[in-house]
C-alpha cells in the first residue's frame, strides 16, 4: 500500500499569509494526486487534482504542485474560510486503490 | 445540479450489519463511479472501497475484504454499501462520493451517515 505522509500536522497562519502544506508518497504516484478541504461537521470537498488542476468553483489562490513523490499545495493569501483541514490522496495503485495523507489542519495564527 | 443523499444515522451493535444508501441525481448515473470513504470520529479520511455504476465492477480496500459489499441499482440511481461483523472501531461517518470510471478523486460527496457501532 502506498503510504501519503502530510506535514506539517498542523500550520499556524495569519489572514493574508500565504501557506504552504506538503505531501509524500511512500513510491511514485505520478500526477495522480488530489487535494480535499474539510471544514468540521461538513463532507470533504475537492481542490485540486491531477496534482495541479483547479476543481469547478476553486478559488485561484489554491494552487498544487510537484509529481512522482513530493507535492505541495499552497494558499496564497489566506482567507478566514480557508482555515480547516486539508488532505492529499493518491490513485495511482494497481490493482486500484486510494489512500489519503492524515491531514494538515491550517489554523488562525 | 449533482446530489448525493444518503440515508439516515445507524445505531447497531457489534456482529451486527448495515447497510447504507446513496441516492444520485443532476448527471447520468452510469457514466461514473461511486467511492465510500469513512472518517471515525476525530480521525482522518479512509478508503473503502469503488463501484462502478456501469458495470457493477467493485475495488475494495483490502483491510475490508469480506466484511463491505457495494451495489448500485441503476433504476433509481441509488448506491449501497452493506458492512458486515460489525466492531466499535467500525463507528465512523460513512460518505459516499462521485468518482471516475476507476477509483480515482471524489468531486461531488454525500452528506454522510453516522454509524454508531454499541451494545
Known amino acids: 500500500e502506498i503510504v501519503m505522509t502530510q506535514s506539517p500536522a498542523t500550520l499556524s497562519v495569519s489572514p493574508g499569509e500565504r501557506a504552504t502544506l506538503s505531501c509524500r508518497a511512500s513510491?511514485?504516484?505520478?500526477?495522480?494526486l488530489a487535494w480535499y478541504q474539510q471544514k468540521p461537521g461538513q463532507a470533504p470537498r475537492l481542490l485540486i487534482y491531477?496534482?495541479?488542476t483547479r476543481a469547478t468553483g476553486i478559488p485561484a489562490r489554491f494552487s498544487g504542485s510537484g509529481s512522482g513523490t513530493e507535492f505541495t499545495l499552497t494558499i496564497s493569501s489566506l482567507q478566514s474560510e480557508d482555515f480547516a483541514v486539508y488532505y492529499c490522496?493518491?490513485?495511482?495503485?494497481?490493482?486500484?486503490?486510494?489512500?489519503f495523507g492524515q491531514g494538515t489542519k491550517v489554523e488562525i495564527k | 445540479q449533482v446530489q448525493l443523499v444518503q440515508s439516515g444515522a445507524e445505531v447497531k451493535k457489534p456482529g451486527a450489519s448495515v447497510k447504507v444508501s446513496c441516492k444520485a441525481s443532476?448527471?447520468?448515473?452510469?457514466?461514473?463511479?461511486i467511492s465510500w470513504v469513512r472518517q471515525a470520529p476525530g480521525q482522518g479520511l479512509e478508503w473503502m472501497g469503488w463501484?462502478?455504476?456501469?458495470?457493477?465492477?467493485?475495488n475494495y480496500a483490502q483491510k475490508l475484504q469480506g466484511r463491505v459489499t457495494m451495489t448500485t441499482d441503476t433504476s433509481t440511481s441509488t448506491a449501497y454499501m452493506e458492512l458486515r461483523s460489525l466492531r466499535s472501531d467500525d463507528t465512523a461517518v460513512y460518505y459516499c462520493?462521485?468518482?471516475?470510471?476507476?477509483?480515482?478523486?471524489?468531486?461531488?460527496w454525500g452528506q454522510g451517515t453516522l454509524v454508531t457501532v454499541s451494545s
Open positions: 490522496q493518491q490513485y495511482n495503485n494497481w490493482p486500484p486503490a486510494v489512500t
Open positions: 443532476g448527471y447520468t448515473f452510469t457514466s461514473y463511479g
Open positions: 513510491q511514485s504516484v505520478s500526477s495522480n
Open positions: 491531477g496534482a495541479s
Open positions: 463501484i462502478s455504476a456501469y458495470n457493477g465492477n467493485t
Open positions: 462520493a462521485r468518482d471516475q470510471v476507476r477509483p480515482a478523486n471524489f468531486d461531488y
